[in-house]
């Protein structure tokens, strides 16, 4: 019994220390391999845009009849009625968009007004009236907390966590018969006008978010296709990050193979990005993306090459021929007179591209083997090579001329770009632009 006791607590430190590394292990593994961040400058042009749809969208409002009882001294009781509200126009101005540090971002909207035409009707008894009326709605403020998350498959979400109108000023125009009628009852009608459209404003806004918004942010790719050997995957690995002046969006950034994917052996490393505004968004692009592109493409034999003397330049003095060789390798050309050479290359690993200030490096280590080509097509061994050779071009790095696609939504367009080489990152500046259709 005593024996067994003392064996478990001797096993305790290593459990504890098991526990302790898979924790930080885990905390590790969520370093993203991609940080997309949106600057104030970009959150400046995202509340331009998101003002305008929302006035475009307050101009399809249909807003609710309303009726009530009035009461005037001397004339006793009568009944009205509001119809056929109509949103004739609506000048939403200054807007703002600013991070809101651990929930998502706040939408300020002041200085802004609406007019609205409709119908009215008075029945007094017997006596009915009618007529039109011209509602103008000045000092419209509107602010709303947008909170930001991540669904399990990585996908971004948006809801509102918060929303309130405000209207300083409301100021109705009568005409008809006896409008002067309404007109002495105008506060208790300019009040409901206040209320209506002040909880209007926050239902559409909801509403907006709820059937727009929310699914404008699905068509955030979370893995696409690169080209027939590998994907990315873009899912987040965790919600939005707001701090006091921008967005962080940390995304996986992990290139797998379509055919298989297979765990990855090594971790993102902690990028630590400069404090850059001059361009809306900015795309940290770590090392760890390249990296594992590498192992797709060298697993997938895309790294191995074969050259042939057919291959090289005719006006090349240097042919892939035994003779050739003459002055390296003596004891080749006497062996294979005047023959054809094949050279077939692989890496010895997968090759990883360094990221330093200013710079990119690679040293690959190739294995190249050499075959005489004998006249009955069979290739003969004769010899091996072990190089090592600086690189920032070939194989996985293709992508870095020929480019991979960027976790965008959809409509929006990227122009006025600049590329910065950072220690473990590149990063990419860039303005947007959205395509409205």
């Known amino acids: 019994m005593g024996r067994g006791m003392g064996a478990s607590a001797g096993a305790l430190p290593s459990l504890l220390l098991g526990i302790l590394l898979t924790s930080i292990l885990g905390s590790l593994g969520a370093n993203p391999g991609l940080v997309a961040r949106i600057t104030d400058k970009g959150l400046e042009y995202v509340a331009r845009e ?13 807003l609710p009849d309303f009726n009530g009882d009035f009461k005037i001294k001397y004339m006793g009781r009568g009944h009205y009625e509001f119809h056929s509200l109509d949103i004739h126009s609506c000048e939403l101005l200054g807007s703002t968009l600013t991070p809101l540090p651990g929930q998502g971002l706040y939408l300020a909207i002041s200085d802004s007004s609406i007019r609205v035409k409709g119908k009215w009707k008075v029945r007094k008894g017997i ?35 918060s929303c309130s109108s405000h209207i300083d000023d409301v100021e109705t125009h009568m005409s008809g018969d006896l409008s002067w009628l309404l007109n002495l009852f105008h506060n208790q009608i300019e009040s409901r006008f206040r ?20 699914p404008y942010l699905q068509t955030v790719p979370v893995t696409t296709e690169i080209d027939n050997l590998a994907g990315i995957d873009y899912s987040l690995v965790e919600a939005p990050r707001a701090t006091a002046q921008m967005l962080d969006v940390m995304i996986k950034g ?11 052996g090594f971790l993102a490393p902690v990028m630590r990005l400069p404090e850059e505004h001059s361009r809306m968004v900015y795309f940290a692009v770590s090392d760890y993306v390249f990296k594992t592109a ?26 892939l021929t035994t003779n050739s060789f003459r002055t390296f390798v003596p004891r080749l050309a ?39 080509l004998l ?14 050779s600086i690189t920032s071009s070939d194989g996985p790095y293709l992508i870095l001329a020929e480019g991979f696609p960027l976790p965008l939504l959809n409509y929006i367009q990227l122009h006025d770009p600049v590329l910065q080489i950072h220690k473990d990152f590149l990063l990419l500046g860039t303005n947007i632009r959205y395509l409205r259709v």
């Open 195 to 214: 209320r209506t459209l002040e909880s209007k404003i926050c239902e559409e806004i909801q509403d907006l978010v709820a059937s727009d918004l929310q």
């Open 334 to 372: 006497r062996l294979y007179p005047n023959m054809n050479l094949e050279l077939r290359g692989a890496m010895v690993s997968a090759p990883f591209l360094n990221f330093g200030s200013g710079n990119l490096s690679s040293t690959p280590q190739i294995e190249v083997e050499g075959f005489v």
């Open 127 to 161: 006596l009915k009236l009618d007529g039109s009326f011209d509602v103008k709605v000045k000092g419209i403020t509107i602010s709303v907390n947008l909170l930001l998350g991540s669904e399990s498959s990585g996908r971004p979400t948006v809801a509102v966590s």
């Open 254 to 264: 992990e290139i797998f193979s379509l055919d298989h994917r297979s765990p990855v």
């Open 294 to 319: 590498s192992l797709v493409y060298n697993e997938a034999g895309f790294l191995n090459f074969s050259i042939t003397d057919d291959l090289v330049p005719p006006t090349s003095n240097i042919r």
């Open 50 to 62: 998101g003002v305008a749809t929302l006035q475009s969208k307050l101009h399809e409002v249909t």
């Open 375 to 388: 006249p009955n097509s069979v290739r003969e061994p004769v010899f091996r090579l072990g190089m090592v």
